[in-house]
Each structure stands twice: as structure tokens, then as C-alpha cells.
């Protein structure tokens, strides 16, 4: 796989709030890429989708819907913790329509970047597009509910961002239209830190083919901790520099070092592989429902594929994030 695409699907916003909670945003608005994708890739002529078993396994009815996970994704738990629909539909998704939208929607594409070559790699969905998909959305809100309430509606949502590591911090810097969300509206926006990402099990696979054991890689964990100092930095000069805005920084780099280091004080058996198929490197269409070495029960894996978590791994960080980052929202 393309070595972009390998440091796209590195980056995770691990996201939710305490059930119960009384909602005090109108709706969940989720951009990025696969951490976050609830299906919008099913549209799309690409390689990169996961709308097939065992895939969503543990989704509700079992059903495949494109999230690269066997069951839900941190913006489907954030959505239900504020009270909302348990689930955020993507956009392109012809199976809702604006109706379905007006308390969340999901322009999320797996495999993207800020920057349009990442996306033309596989032929997803490039953030700038997402972003034209945004503002369509805000047009058609305003011809549903009407101007003042499309206002309140996209002014108080919670905006929620999962981009690539490398291609986030240089188009960031670079890109003239950096502010592009702020001026469209959003105030309440999640950016999301690095996980250790020489923990995820491709990476693990190939030191070991590399002759190095098969542990966690930790240059590569040493290049998400300073991704995540140069982020908070970021977060630090945005809510300095932008009247009326709120952004926080989603750190999970710490508490999934704890998870794989000592899983089994977090109810896991296996951290080391996935659950999908070997568990080695697999992802994707690598990981059909006719591959007869996928574990029978995710729960006691960290890793659904090779480069996701399992939604009981999202759920214990989620909680940690909350706790640290996200109460500012409750």
C-alpha cells in the first residue's frame, strides 16, 4: 500500500461524551478520513471501502455500512452522548436525505489528506472537497428549516476533525484557505492527536520482516508525540487568534500506549495482532467474510485491522478523552 495512505490511516480522533450528558451542541459535523468515514467511500470507484462482512459486525443488525470497524466510530458515540442519533449518516450515502442531516452529518472520506494528491492515490474524497460537500449542505439546511435556524444549527454543532499527520501539519501552514471552516461558520471544533502509531499491527509486522522483533516501532511513536506538542501549539495560537472559536486537542496518544502495553488490565487478550483475518497487515477487502482466521470475538482485541481499533478499544479512550479534553464542551 502506498505510503501516504499508510500515515492517512495513522491518525485517529478517539471522541465521546458521558451518557446522559445534556446536549449543548445542535449537531455532530464530522470531516476527515477513515478513522471517521461512515460510508461516504461506498459511493466512491476506490479500492479503500469496507461495506462488506465482517465488517460492522457489531454494528447495529450487524450491517456493513463503510466504517472501517466492527462496529461504531467516535462520532456515532459523541452523537448519541449529546442526545442526538446514535449513529452520524454520511453525506453521500443515497439512503438519507436533508431531513437525516440536521443533527448530524458525516463528510468523512477513508484514505484522504489536505492535500488533493493524497486523495487522487486511492480516488477518495480531498478535504477541500469535503469541505464544497459542507457547504452544499448548508444550503440545502437553509431551504429545510430556514435561515435563522440553519444558522443556530451549523453555529452550534460540534465540528469534529480526523486528518493525516505529515499532509496536516505542512498544508496547514501553507494553505491560504487554512481558515476555510472557521469562516464557514464552525466555533466548536476537535482536533485529533496521533495515536502511537508504531503500536498499530502493520507497523509491529514490518519491524519484525525488518529483523527487529515485531515490538512497537518507537521512532515512529517518537514522531507522533511530537506531532501532537506541534498540535497543541496550533490549538494554543487558533483560539487566540480566532474571535468567538473553541478548539480543543484530542490527545489519545496516552492512554493507547496504556491499553497495548498492559491490555489486560483494560479486559483485552491480544494487543499485538488484529482481529481481521492474521491480524498482521490486513485491511480493506484483505479482510472479506470468507477469511477463516478472523477472531470470533473483537472485544478481546485492541486492533480490528491492521490500522483500526475495535470498538471496544474506541469506547475506552473515548472516555479518557472526555475526561481530559472534551468536558469543555458539556
Known amino acids: 500500500m502506498h505510503k501516504p495512505i499508510l500515515f492517512l490511516l495513522l491518525v485517529h480522533i478517539i471522541l465521546t461524551l458521558v451518557p446522559g450528558a445534556t446536549a449543548k451542541v445542535s449537531a455532530i459535523i464530522v470531516f476527515g478520513d477513515s478513522s471517521v468515514d461512515s460510508g461516504n467511500n461506498n459511493q466512491l470507484s476506490t479500492l479503500l471501502k ?14 456493513p455500512t463503510g466504517r472501517f470497524c466492527n462496529g ?19 453525506y453521500l450515502d443515497p439512503m438519507y436525505n436533508i431531513s437525516d442531516f ?41 431551504a429545510h428549516v430556514g435561515d435563522e435556524k440553519a444558522k443556530e444549527i451549523t453555529s452550534e454543532a460540534l465540528y ?53 522483533g515485531g515490538e512497537c516501532n518507537e521512532n515512529y511513536n517518537r514522531v507522533a508525540l511530537n506531532f501532537n506538542s506541534k498540535l497543541s ?10 474571535s468567538g472559536i473553541k478548539v480543543v486537542l484530542s490527545n489519545p496518544y496516552n492512554i493507547l500506549k496504556q491499553i497495548v502495553h498492559k491490555p489486560s488490565l483494560y479486559g483485552f487478550e491480544v494487543a499485538g ?3 481481521c483475518s492474521s491480524g498482521l497487515f490486513e485491511m480493506s477487502y484483505m479482510c472479506d467474510r470468507l477469511n477463516p482466521f478472523t477472531c470470533t470475538d473483537a472485544d ?21 478523552v472526555i475526561k481530559n479534553a472534551l468536558h469543555v464542551f458539556l
Open 50 to 63: 469496507s461495506n462488506f462482512q465482517p465488517y460492522g459486525r457489531d454494528f447495529y443488525g450487524g450491517k
Open 72 to 90: 461504531r466510530i467516535p462520532p456515532d458515540f459523541i452523537s448519541e452522548a449529546f442526545g442526538l442519533k446514535p449513529a452520524v449518516p454520511a
Open 102 to 142: 440536521v443533527d448530524g452529518v458525516n463528510f468523512a472520506s477513508a484514505g484522504t489528506g489536505y492535500d488533493s494528491a493524497t486523495s487522487d492515490v486511492l480516488s477518495v474524497i480531498p478535504f477541500m472537497r469535503e469541505l464544497e460537500y459542507y457547504k452544499e449542505y448548508q444550503s440545502k439546511l437553509k
Open 160 to 212: 469534529l476533525l480526523s486528518l493525516g499527520t505529515n499532509d496536516f501539519l505542512e498544508n496547514y501552514y501553507t494553505m491560504p484557505d487554512r481558515r476555510k471552516l472557521y469562516e464557514l461558520g464552525a466555533r466548536k471544533i476537535s482536533l485529533g492527536g496521533l495515536p502511537p502509531m508504531g503500536c498499530l499491527p502493520l507497523e509491529r509486522t514490518a519491524d519484525f520482516f525488518r529483523g527487529q
Open 233 to 242: 501549539g496550533l490549538v494554543k495560537n487558533l483560539n487566540q487568534e480566532l
Open 273 to 275: 495482532i488484529a482481529c
Open 300 to 320: 478481546k482485541y485492541v486492533f480490528w485491522d491492521s490500522f483500526h481499533p475495535s470498538q471496544k478499544t474506541n469506547k475506552i479512550v473515548s472516555d479518557y
